[in-house]
Structure formats: structure tokens, C-alpha cells
């Protein structure tokens, strides 16, 4: 102010430099440069159903379709006047010059953002199942589209049961320009059993006693899940009793206490039994059997050279071919799996676990004649 106590008069020079200022400032406001893809920041003007209009600097405002508002479930009531957020820029300018914006392509650019951290992390997400189609399942990933292989499935139910469970993955591929994402479940679990495979060779020992399923049956044997590791009970191991197939005694998905007998930590195998669990019937055997002494047992196999007489549980002994040849000629009967007969312990050899049979009894000269090995305990000469 000047000492006269008045304000100084405005030259037309500075009047004209603050509206060349002024000016300046308005066309920096309006200088842009939106390109479709790009992410830029709003404020909300005003909501109405079909749709908003935003403020994003541009020199009209932008429009914000309803459909557009958010892809996770949010209504336009989310949208207030004032508030500011990022957009996406879905078309440019119109031939009124207005930009259209999606709040939705905002999130989806932030999940291909977030997925390809998980795949640089090498991360398990969890999805869930939207739909059974041609060679795999359609999943939802984080408001994205998903493709899981059935090879790349390791479940034991149906595809359709799938529908609606939540189940972890891994992210196989990512290609964003595509629009194509193909994730894993199988991998996921393949390392969760690797793991439970370190931490169960840790803790087993030969001699536990195990429970596990059944979860494969073949010729030689059964593989028993034990929780992340198969081990395989032989065929000879299931029982002492003699055993055709597995599928004879044993079921898939049944629950079985199986014995450890046998771990190779190398190649992370382990060996089971049932049998082992029971005792040996030989041991009985011994102690009530004797050479020469009479049996009922029951066929439980015929070979083309003799059949298979069960005549303790657990214990076999061999009707040789010959003697059932005689004794069908003499009698006129056949010998059938399933009967019982009578017939006399010809040969006996425990330590062999050998025991021979005859219709006929040993004659006084030919017990004398046996040899050492096929006596009796009772029977053998004292030392």
C-alpha cells in the first residue's frame, strides 16, 4: 500500500500476465493425454443406476457404467459423490469427447498383478470349482477365469461333485494377453505327500504297527496308504493261510493294521505285513501233529500234481497226485476243492514247513525206514 494509504493501481501489463497465467493453468488442467488401458485417478460427481460420472481431469467428464462398478458383488450404493478411487480406461473419447471408465478392470488388473506374484513366490492359492467342461474344471482365481487339466487332478471323487468346493492349486501358466490361466491341483498335492513322506520316514521303525487303506490291489501284492507313503503288502505277507489274490481277502478303501517289516530309506519304500501280527501256526503244528497220525483237513487247492489239504488253519500239506489218482480208482469219488478227508501224515519236516499225506498209513518197516528229517519231534532219535 502506498504511504498515501492507497492501493496501488493494477498496470494493464500485470493484468494481462494473470490471465495469460490463468490461462495457462486451465489448458495444463486439460492437457492429457488418456489412452485405453490406462489407470488413472477420479473423483465421483455423481450416481445414478445407470451408471457415474467422474472427474478425472479430463476436459469432460468420464462415464462409469453400472456393469462396470466392481466385479466383486459391490452395488452402486458403494459409489458416493466426493469419493476418489482409480479407474480403468475402458473406449476413449466419444464424439462428445467423454471417456468411458471400468472400476472393474482395475481389480482384474490388480489379480494379474497379485497372480504373477504367486507365480514368482511359487505360491498355493486357493480357488473354487465353477464348472465341470471338456478335459477339466473352470475355477475362479481371484475374480479371473481358471483352466485345471484333469491330468492335473488328483481327487477321488467326481469332476461333478467338485462343483462349488474350494480346493489348492498352483498356477502352471499366466498369459494376461490370452486371457489364460491353467493351474495345478495335482502339483499341490504331490508336494503336501512328499513332505508327509519325509515326515513319516522319520518317525517309522521296523516292527511298528500301522494303520492304512488299501488303495491298490495286483497279482503279487497290495499297496497300503500310511499317510502320504504307499507301502506294499506281498501276497505271502497277508496271511498264513494260502492266499490266491489280494481281492480275496482285501478290498480297496478297506482299513487295515498293517505290521513295518522292512523300510529302505533310499528309495523310500517300506515293506508290511498282516501275517506277522499272528502267530506261527507252525509253532502249534510241532506239538500236536506226528508222523503216521490221521488228519481231516480241507481241499483247499488241487495242482496237476497233488492238492493242498489244510489240516491245521494256516498249515498245508501235500496230497500228492498219485495217491488221489488211487484213491478216485478205488472208490469211484472225486476229490473236489472244498471236501474234507481223512488221510494220514506220511512225512513231516516243520523246519521245511513240509508235510506229505496218504490215504494209506505208514507200515511198521517203512516208519523204520524214515530218515531223520521226516520224524516227528516225538519220533526222532534223542543225541
Known sequence: MSPSGKKPRTTEN???????????????????????????????????????????????????????????????????????????????????????????????AQSWNDLQELVNKDAVIECTVNSVVKGGLLIDVMGLRGFVPSSHLRVKSSLEDLVGQTLPFKILSLDQQRNNIILSHRKVMAEQMAEQRRELFADLQIGDIVEGEVVRLTDFGAFIDLGGVDGLLPLSQMSWRWVEHPSDILSIGEKVKVEVIGIDYDKQRVSLSIKSQFPDPWNEVVKILSLNQKVEGTVNRIKHFGAFVEVYPGVEALLPSRDITDYQNETGKQINVGDKIETYIVKFNPEERRISLSFHQLTPDEMGGMSYAAASPEQQPAG
Open 14 to 108: 500485470e493484468t494481462s500476465n494473470e490471465l495469460i497465467q490463468e490461462f495457462e493453468a486451465l489448458l495444463q488442467r486439460y492437457d492429457y493425454n488418456f489412452k485405453k488401458g490406462d489407470i488413472v485417478k477420479g473423483s465421483i460427481i455423481s450416481v445414478e443406476s445407470a451408471g457415474a460420472m467422474v472427474d478425472i481431469g479430463a476436459k469432460t467428464a468420464a462415464y462409469l457404467p453400472s456393469k462396470e462398478f466392481s466385479n466383486t458383488g459391490n452395488s452402486q450404493d458403494a459409489m458416493k459423490p466426493g469419493e476418489e478411487m482409480d479407474f480403468f480406461i475402458l473406449r476413449e473419447e466419444n464424439e462428445d469427447g467423454q471417456l468411458t471408465l471400468s472400476r472393474r478392470r482395475v481389480f482384474t
